[in-house]
């Protein structure tokens, strides 16, 4: 049997998009889990740090699940529901210029920006027990030891977990090291996505991130909104700021609902078939 996808990626955060709709990928868990571990592979599959499956919705235009690289299912993906909606666009699935698309976060909007996407990310989740951590109330620069440094850390919610880390030189810092440690912390039952933050000037910060089940990626989208919405809660940065991830920028915006919205690229890599 073969199965068709489309390789897509959003500032190197790379895809694999399979239409359900049209093509099946099977349908318990387990059979979805050691799909994502074998094509995702980049030696012996296509390659990429997730899956993202889209089939129709009966409360949205859409719905999108995200499976990781090592085969665990995600609630919401920045730079995934980006090149989803992207992909719905470019192949006349919806003549919308906003989509509703059905995620386990919720249902996100993305809207065409020109040649990008911008997408509503909703009100950011700051109580410890929602995120989830194991601690009550916001979670600002909380005591972390981790081997041999002491860090602080701010969680945030964007759908799913994250724990933001500001530090003085983002590019020498260990982040695989210290980023798997954290992401399986006793604090965080549902582990958590990991963001080193370097704080340039009010409008820019530089990020690298480690997220969890498929590690350090070239981006991520709910993770620049998380760093953004910490700087804010510091007094680091303005509420529109530049996120320079090593794939490229994000634009992040709070507006004055404590809403947070994402705009930047999705772009399709190429088209093929695997047999199953």
Not at 33 to 53: E, K, M, T, W
Not at 172 to 183: K, N, T, W
Request: glycine share 10%; charged share 30%.
């Amino acid at each position: 049997m073969k199965l068709s996808f489309t390789k897509m990626q959003g500032i190197g955060n790379d895809f694999i998009v399979i239409d359900c709709r049209t093509t099946d990928p099977g349908k318990g868990e387990r059979e979805l889990a050691a799909l994502s571990r074998r094509i995702c592979d980049r030696r012996f599959g296509i390659g990429a740090d997730q899956v993202l499956l889209l089939d129709d919705s009966t409360r949205a235009d859409f719905r999108m699940r995200i499976f990781n690289a090592d085969g665990s299912e995600v609630e919401m993906c920045g730079n995934g529901i980006r090149c989803c909606a992207k992909y719905i666009w470019d192949r006349n699935l919806s003549g919308r210029d906003v989509l509703e698309i059905e995620t386990a976060a919720g249902i996100i909007k993305p809207r065409k920006a020109g040649n990008l996407v911008r997408v509503d990310m909703g009100v950011p989740v700051l109580e410890g027990r929602q995120i989830p951590v194991d601690l009550d109330g916001s979670i600002q620069d909380y005591p972390l030891s981790i081997e041999d440094k002491k860090f602080t850390i701010t969680c945030v919610s964007m759908g799913n977990p994250h724990a933001v880390i500001f530090v003085d030189d983002v590019g020498s810092f260990e982040v695989p090291r210290y980023g798997a440690r954290i992401e399986t912390h006793k604090l965080f039952p549902k582990k958590i996505n990991v963001e080193f933050a370097q704080v340039l000037d009010r409008q820019t910060v530089r990020m690298r991130v480690w997220e969890r089940g498929a590690g350090e990626t070239m981006a991520c989208g709910t993770g620049a909104a998380a760093v953004a919405v910490a700087a804010n809660l510091k007094g680091l940065v303005q509420k529109k700021v530049t996120i320079k991830l090593l794939g490229g920028d994000l634009l992040i915006e709070l507006d004055e609902n404590g809403r947070v919205f994402m705009t930047g690229p999705a772009e399709e890599v190429f088209e093929g078939w695997i047999q199953r």
